[in-house]
């Protein structure tokens, strides 16, 4: 069990502590600056840092959100993924809560992350982590409490009443909820993984999609929702509302739906075959320098535009001068060697290409070291998946039929080209 | 992802409006708490003022300052009734109370106000907080409110009560022992699943060890396991495995059961059907078999990871046999598996990982596929759970290549993963590698080695190199690509001076396990890595290359005749060379002289000779000893050969026998890849970090629990005897350890005593690291003595832990406490072991020259008498040295003794009667015969009047007297009253200033005792030996109870300071506590500055036992 949870800024400063055991097994500070010292002598970023880890003292746990590392600290044995994916948990909630993560909210706000903290957690077992009910128990801040709070000088965020969903067998779920607005929004994310070898073979193509829902629907809805297509789904994880019986038997999804925005569902779909953008490096170095054309463009047109292209890469080592020019958006190169092309919208009728000589160091005759690639964008309003809901039946909602609304939208996740 | 998108507009508002955002907010409070007077705040009348003050109290607590001087101020106000106060109260409490424990008693009748308070949340509140004190003085309240939440109607409260049960739990307490475990059974008996999930966090902390309690909720509790939340689930799922384990044993259809040695028809089976699904999973199928079995006895006796496994592994195959296997039939076990398969579906990748370890261990090897999606799909999680995940199946993929092997692309490289996923991503690909996917993976491979991370395109060289000896079909395409590697790579080290030569090294370590598989048909691969020497510069590179062409010397024609050019380049460039490659050159061409023609001989001869001639004059001793040495060795070789010199002394003959097999590549040195062997638990934190972690449980014995039926009164009493069996198995398997050790140390040692061995051995020794340099360590230059240490290390470690069981050593005193159930576990061990070396002293008290031959010695006993608590007993042995039969011996209290004793008798008061009316001794029956050279040995129990002086005795013997005197012992004036440590602690406090007595001495014995055992290469088993000779002594000098022991964990090894050991005992006669710490100072090899302490409220009695012990600890 969790021993201890200290916040600590991307600049190594403590913002905050919370002992969970007592009886000397308090955890010292001093833990945080041996982490940092650890984080320091690593050389590597606070995201690709060994999540657990070994100190002379304690097994220590990290998971950096948002310029904040969550550490947890233990002494024993524990499940390590319940501890990473509780400080996951806290850093979600936390980011809902106070509408993002970094050192400031949380200093702004860091009773409301006290009290979060105490409710979330006790003896070092998770006690509260629904977001539901965390909300009936402490009010999230809003602009509305926080002028009250200025004009008055005092507003209590906290619940004097224990919610009725901690009684209930459908913990994500309150009883009596009451709406003006009676509406389901289906939300289809998709992010797009693919690689493609130097050789330019497609070496990898899958989607990762989550179903996002925002219900605000009155009384105890029962909603049933079924697929065109669900057999191409590879892998699933369910939230908890999701009676698993059904889906077993007649792969539907029936479920009671939590109140607000939440993730129903996530699924995998492996082995797709079209992509929607190409990029094409080309490299040939002779005689210390070093001709490179990148072409980008679109391959398998979605049916919409493809938006916010970027194009990322890091420079190979041993380059002494660059001049890369493009014929559309705008090259940058940051100071870690990172170059970004920043397209854009994705032409139609035009080819951008990214050209340049790379000058190499005296004494390399010739590049070894190939970057890849890395591509960005944003398809508004299609699923590349083609993953297809085809009826969602809603009952017990009283007398009048919710509005439902559907949604899709797909970003390059993990999109690569080798060269 | 949608994280990601409202974090970016939570910056950016934050950017652009900073100033609107902290408005309301108590960004105030956190930047400058101090600039109002908090103590006055406190004191209004004002909730809202007191809730800023307490505000400002926490922005200064999480700066990490001391806020406690408020506490008595702040208690105060728990007695409001705003819950937003009350709460923030609490957080200040909870953060304080162990520091202010007396103002921290004020606030319990708040406390028990609230728990009756009708809104749950209030109570769920007051309890959270109350058992959070942990204070002992507050235990019994706490327990009392525990008791009455755990059958509060809200199961919210429940649940805080479960979650309770640790907090009190952490206390420990014996006489809550057991009220805390009924209470856990209570609340696994809940009906509502939020309450069993804390529950089962409860026993798991309280009594983890209790499993009937689960037996008699399974299969409720694997009902409710898909409502239980996500977390409870976790713990759940575990105790249910282990549940099932010690009932039913394991599953024969099971990847655990199938590798069962004495079903062999069975398992053939198995792999047929295999064989059937996945053809090209045969071979490593079978061969993973074995490492199965490592698998299965690591998760069931702890991983004694120290020790190559295959020793266990051939010895004691028949512990766990066929009784300790059931069929998948088991009503239980189907219930369980089907229970946790939706749970692979969870949304927590700590439950989809959980709920694949049970199917890993129970499900059949059919079934077993179904955990694969859904831990392959985790990889799409944040990065790290991502690593722990990958962690786990890189050791399921190890026992089971199969069950992955048609998924290889999920385990592809991309460019945002960091270096250990990336690692561990290539480890995983090299063992799931097919004949069907590894063409694919090769061509990823060659995609990694122009990658940007040249550490990361170095391991993908070695990831060539493993599945090219894995898979030989693609060996020789790979042999292909790697030559072409270290052309490039060569060509590319020589204009960069400084690059980074890893993936040269790398590559040509691959070719080299690929060349061992077949050398034979690779012998040009070898000439052309001999030709190439002159481009590779880089020495580690040089030294695999001399060494393949030492050691394929005679295995071609082509390598023959180039050998002469090779070596004469060798030779000219031998003075620039660095010192490894040296080495390596001067083995090279002793390997080439040896298996040589004859034609070639004198050549090769001559090349030898000046080479050692050149080595002779080095700079580098080390190297010049090794002339020396090899130049001595060689002398039957160089000098003469063996077949023309008949003449030639046979020892000369053994000689060079012995250099041809020293020479002849036939020893391979077992590398300690201990690392592979390391397994534990899937899931668990000890499987990460790859050690045992402190409470790191292995399964139960398969079978160990078997009384299911039993009634709830009786469960108490099998729960002590499943604890007590647990111990022992625990106990016998770090006998088994030290058992392995010794005879380690003895086959070194028996090799020492004859000399010619001697020498051979000493060369093995150093021959192993100049081959190893060929093998896949890395560090060449280090000398024999490196690997040695290292094993030391490895060993002593491990003996430390089977002393500790199973501490790791890092965690220091500290987590001792907090193991304080264990601790007590490994004192028990530890002093199972002392007892057997506690000799007490042994005393004349007759000697035979006095009399007719009899001799009569006696020593004290450990036993109390039973008569009465101020007798001590002694223990006589009568023996005759005479050829005569003795007649009649007793021992009688002498006349004036009697008359002493009723002359006190009649001065003394009466309150003293009770004493007196104990006579002096108790005797024995008379021994009414002692034949000649006969031992009998007798109990005497004696009253003596002072600790110091001696009482006079008659000894009585053939009808003749003879006065003797008894010299008292104060050591055994005590007897040994168990304590625990927390006990000892609160005593020893108690017993300070004017009861506590020190004195330092010199302590020596345990350096002959090392000395004698100098052979035994275990460093820290010096520490230990140190810390049984100490016991031994104490436990032979005195009658005492040994309460704990305090390992030092320094960076030193040698150093035994804090080593600390603790004994109790209470005086006979007047029932006071008398306790005894020695703690040590210096390193184990040199005399030992001992501290003894004895707090004593006797203190005439205290001190002269102090006295007693010192002499006794110094003497020699």
């Known amino acids: 069990m969790l021993q201890c949870i200290f916040l600590i800024s991307d600049s190594g400063e403590v913002i905050l502590e919370k ?29 690709k840092l060994l999540p657990v880890i070994a100190s002379p003292t304690h097994y220590l746990f990290h998971v950096f959100r948002g310029g904040i590392v969550f550490l947890g600290c233990t002494q024993v044995e524990m499940s390590p993924l319940m501890a990473i994916e509780f400080l996951c948990r806290v850093a979600d909630i936390l980011s809902d809560y106070l509408g993002g993560l970094n050192e400031d909210l949380m200093k702004d706000n860091f009773v409301i992350v006290y009290q979060l903290l105490d409710e979330m957690i006790d003896s070092g077992f998770p006690l509260t982590t629904e977001p539901n009910i965390l909300r009936e128990l402490i009010t999230p801040p809003s602009i509305v409490s926080k002028m009250l709070s200025v004009v008055t000088g005092k507003s209590s965020n906290v619940s004097n009443t224990l919610p009725n969903a901690t009684a209930s067998c459908v913990p994500w779920r309150t009883t009596d909820i009451k709406y003006k607005s009676n509406e389901v929004y289906i939300n289809l994310v998709e992010e797009i993984d693919v690689t493609i070898s130097s050789d330019g073979n497609l070496v990898k193509c899958e989607v990762y999609g989550e179903i996002q829902v925002k219900s605000s629907l009155p009384g105890f809805p029962d909603m049933n929702m079924t697929f065109t297509n669900p057999s191409i789904l590879n892998d699933v994880r369910f939230h908890p509302c999701i009676r698993l019986r059904q889906w077993e038997s007649s792969q539907a999804l029936s479920f009671v739906p939590p109140d607000g925005q939440f993730k129903l569902m996530s699924y995998r779909i492996k082995k797709l075959k079209d992509i929607p953008i190409y990029v094409k490096p080309q490299f040939s170095s002779s005689g210390g320098n070093c001709r490179m054309n990148v072409f980008a463009g679109i391959r398998n047109d979605p049916g919409r535009a493809i938006e916010s292209v970027v194009i990322e890469f890091d420079l190979p080592p041993h380059i002494a001068v660059n001049e890369l020019t493009c014929n559309l958006g705008t090259v940058n190169i940051l100071v870690n060697k990172v170059c970004t092309w920043s397209i854009g919208r994705m032409p139609k009728d035009k080819s951008p290409c990214l050209s340049g000589t790379l000058v190499l160091n005296p004494g390399v005759k010739r590049l070894r070291v190939f970057p890849v690639f890395r591509i960005g964008f944003k398809i508004m309003g299609i699923a590349l998946s083609h993953l297809q809901v085809d009826m969602l039946n809603i009952k017990n909602t009283g007398s009048s039929t919710p509005y439902k609304g559907f949604k899709a939208q797909t970003s390059a996740g993990d999109y690569q080209v080798r060269s | 992802m949608f994280q990601h998108m409202s974090m970016v507009s939570g910056a950016d508002i934050g950017a652009t409006s900073n100033l609107v955002m902290r408005i309301g907010t108590d960004a105030r409070l956190y930047d400058y708490p101090e600039d109002a007077d908090i103590g006055l705040l406190l004191d209004s009348r004002y909730d809202s003022e007191n809730i800023e003050a307490v505000k400002r109290l926490l922005a200064l607590i999480s700066k990490g300052s001391d806020v406690s001087d408020f506490f008595p101020q702040v208690v105060k106000k728990l007695a409001c009734q705003t819950l937003e106060l009350k709460k923030l109260v609490y957080l200040y409490l909870l953060h304080y109370a162990e520091k202010r424990p007396n103002e921290a008693l004020l606030s319990i009748n708040c406390f028990q106000k609230d728990l009756s308070d009708p809104n749950p949340l209030i109570r769920a509140c007051a309890l959270r907080t109350l058992a959070g004190i942990r204070l002992h003085t507050i235990a019994p309240i706490s327990l009392m409110a525990l008791t009455k939440c755990a059958k509060d109607p809200s199961p919210y409260v429940r649940k805080c009560a479960a979650i309770a049960l640790p907090k009190l739990d952490d206390l420990r307490q014996e006489e809550n022992v057991s009220t805390l475990e009924e209470l856990a059974g209570l609340l696994l008996s809940d009906h509502s699943p939020s309450v069993i999930g804390a529950a089962a966090a409860a026993y798991n902390s309280v009594c983890p060890h209790n499993l009937s309690l689960i037996g ?85 006796e702890g991983s004694n990871e120290y020790f190559p496994r295959t020793n266990i592994l051939s010895t004691n195959n028949d512990r766990l046999d066929l009784d300790s296997y059931t069929d998948s039939e088991n009503k239980d076990i189907k219930l369980l598996l089907q229970c946790t398969s939706p749970l692979l579906w969870s949304q927590n990748s700590a439950v989809i990982l959980a709920a694949s370890s049970v199917h890993w261990i129970m499900a059949s090897r059919e079934d077993v596929k179904k955990i694969v999606k859904p831990l392959l799909f985790l990889l799409r999680s944040c990065c790290p759970s991502k690593y722990v995940v990958l962690c786990n199946i890189q050791v399921f993929s190890k026992a089971m290549p199969y069950l992955f092997a048609p998924y290889y692309e999920d385990f592809f490289v991309s460019s945002v993963d960091s270096y250990q996923i990336r690692y561990l991503k290539l480890q995983i690909l090299s063992l799931i590698a097919t004949d069907s996917s590894i063409s694919y993976i090769i061509l990823e491979f060659q995609d990694y080695i122009k990658d940007i ?166 700079s580098n001793y080390d190297l010049r000893d090794r002339a020396h040495f090899m130049e001595k060795l060689l002398v039957s070789i160089t000098n003469s050969c063996p077949e023309e010199d008949i003449s030639c002394s046979s020892s000369n003959k053994k000689l060079s026998h012995e250099v041809n097999y020293i020479f002849s590549g036939k020893f391979h040195s077992k590398s300690y890849q201990s690392d592979r062997y390391k397994v534990y638990l899937p899931g668990s934190l000890s499987q990460i970090v790859l050690h045992a972690a402190p409470g790191y449980k292995s399964f139960p014995m398969p079978c160990s629990l078997h009384d299911l039926n039993q009634t709830q009164g009786k469960y108490s009493d099998s ?124 005393h004349r008290l007759f000697e035979p020259t006095d009399g007719n031959g009899l001799r009569v010695d006696f020593s004290f006993s450990a ?84 600790h110091i002086l001696p009482i006079k005795l008659v000894l009585l013997c053939c009808d003749k007297k003879y006065p003797v005197k008894l010299q008292p012992d104060i050591g055994y004036f005590v007897k040994p009253i168990s304590l625990d440590l927390k006990t000892f602690k609160n005593k020893e406090v108690e017993l300070s200033g004017v009861y506590e007595y020190t004195r330092s001495c010199i302590f020596t014995s ?53 080593l600390c050991l603790r004994f109790s005992g209470e005086i006979l006669s007047t029932m006071k506590v008398c306790l005894i710490t020695i703690t040590t100072e210096g390193g184990y090899s040199e005399p030992l500055n001992l501290h003894v302490k004895v707090n004593c409220e006797e203190t005439v009695f205290g001190l002269n036992l102090l006295n007693k012990m010192v002499a006794f600890l110094s003497e020699k």
């Open chain 1, 19 to 47: 002992q969970l055991k007592g009886q000397g097994h308090r955890v010292d500070r001093s833990i945080c600056s041996w982490f940092w010292d650890h984080y320091v002598s690593q050389g590597c970023d606070l995201s």
């Open chain 2, 216 to 300: 008699k909720n399974f299969r409720r509790l694997c009902e409710a396991l898909p409502d239980v939340d996500e977390w409870g689930q976790i713990i759940l799922v575990e105790i249910l495995l282990r549940y099932t384990v010690a009932r039913h044993g394991l599953v024969q259809e099971s990847i655990m059961g199938s590798l069962l040695g004495s079903k062999v028809d069975h398992f053939t089976d198995n792999t047929e059907r295999i064989q059937g699904n996945d053809g090209d999973f045969t071979t490593s199928d079978v061969c993973s078999n074995k490492s199965n079995l490592l698998f299965l006895r690591s998760y069931i």
């Open chain 2, 453 to 618: 991370d040249r550490r990361f395109a170095a391991d993908t060289v070695a990831a060539i190199g493993l599945c090219a000896e894995k898979i030989p079909s693609v060996a020789n395409s790979c042999l292909k690509g790697l030559l072409a590697l270290i052309r490039d790579e060569s060509s590319a080290s020589h204009s960069i001076p400084h690059g980074d030569a890893s993936i040269l090294v790398s590559a040509i370590k691959s070719i080299k396990t690929i060349v061992g598989q077949n050398p034979s048909s690779h012998e040009k691969v070898i000439v052309q890595l001999a030709r190439s020497l002159d481009a590779i510069n880089y020495p580690l590179a040089r030294v695999f290359i001399i060494w393949m062409v030492g050691e394929y010397c005679s295995i071609g024609q082509i390598i023959r005749k180039s050998m002469h050019i090779i070596l004469k380049y060798l030779v000219r460039s031998f003075t620039s060379e660095e010192i490894e490659t040296k080495h390596q050159i001067i083995n090279a061409s002793i390997k080439v002289a040896l298996g040589a023609d004859e034609e070639d001989m004198p050549l090769f001869k001559k090349i030898l000779m000046y080479l050692l001639h050149l080595a002779k004059y080095d």
């Open chain 2, 719 to 842: 729960a002590s005897v499943l604890s007590d069996d647990d111990s022992d198995t625990f106990s016998g398997s770090s006998d088994e350890k030290s058992d392995y050790s010794s005879n380690n140390s003895n086959a070194v040692s028996s090799g020492m005593f004859d000399s010619m061995d001697n020498v051979q051995n000493a060369t093995e020794a150093s021959q192993l690291i100049i081959l190893d340099a060929g093998d896949d360590t890395t560090k060449i230059g280090q000398g024999a003595s490196s690997l040695s240490t290292d094993l030391e290390e490895l060993m002593s470690k491990t003996s430390l832990e089977s002393w500790l069981e199973e501490q790791p050593s890092f965690s220091g005193p500290s987590s001792f406490s907090a193991q304080g159930f264990e601790r007590q576990a490994s004192i028990r061990i530890s002093l199972k072991e002392i007892a057997v070396s506690v000799k007490s002293k042994v």
């Open chain 2, 863 to 946: 036993e109390t008498s039973k008569i009465s608590p101020v007798l001590v007993c002694v223990e006589l042995s009568f023996e005759n040295l005479s050829a005569e039969t003795l007649t009649k011996l007793a021992i009688k209290d002498t006349d004036e003794n009697m008359v002493t004793a009723s002359q006190t008798y009649q001065s003394q008061e009466s309150s003293q009667i009770k004493n007196m009316t104990v006579p002096n001794i108790f005797p024995f029956e008379e021994i009414p015969l002692l034949n000649p050279y006969q031992k009998v040995k007798k109990i005497l129990q004696v009253q003596f009047r002072h």
């Open chain 2, 1006 to 1058: 345990h350096i002959e005792k090392l000395d004698h055992d100098d052979n035994n290469p275990v460093s820290g088993d010096k520490i230990l030996a140190v810390c049984r000779k100490l016991a031994s002594k104490v436990l032979s000098s005195a009658n005492v109870f040994f309460v704990s022991v305090d390992m030092p964990v320094s960076a030193k090894v040698d150093d035994t300071s804090g």
